[in-house]
């Protein structure tokens, strides 16, 4: 008998590098403009004298992108 493919899974495709990077950028300058905008809101709201919170949002969300980001090419896939 010949051995069949237990497993229900298809095979695993391989991701264009390019495709990859250029998603992990996207991603990159999506997160952080959504945490600038939402900071700027806030800053609004609050009527702060400086962009504090546009400031704490767009660090905040650099560090969470940069964490995913290493974090996916750490993998290695």
């Known amino acids: 008998m010949a051995a069949e493919n237990t497993s229900n899974k298809p095979p695993k495709k391989k991701i264009n590098p390019a495709l ?32 504090y919170f546009t400031i704490l949002l767009a660090i905040l969300a650099l560090t969470g992108v940069m964490y995913s980001i290493i974090r996916d090419v750490s993998k290695g896939d």
């Open 20 to 51: 990859k990077y250029s998603g992990m950028a996207m991603q990159m300058a999506l997160t952080i403009g959504v945490g600038i905008w939402i900071g700027g809101k806030i800053d609004a709201h609050f009527e702060t004298s400086k962009p």
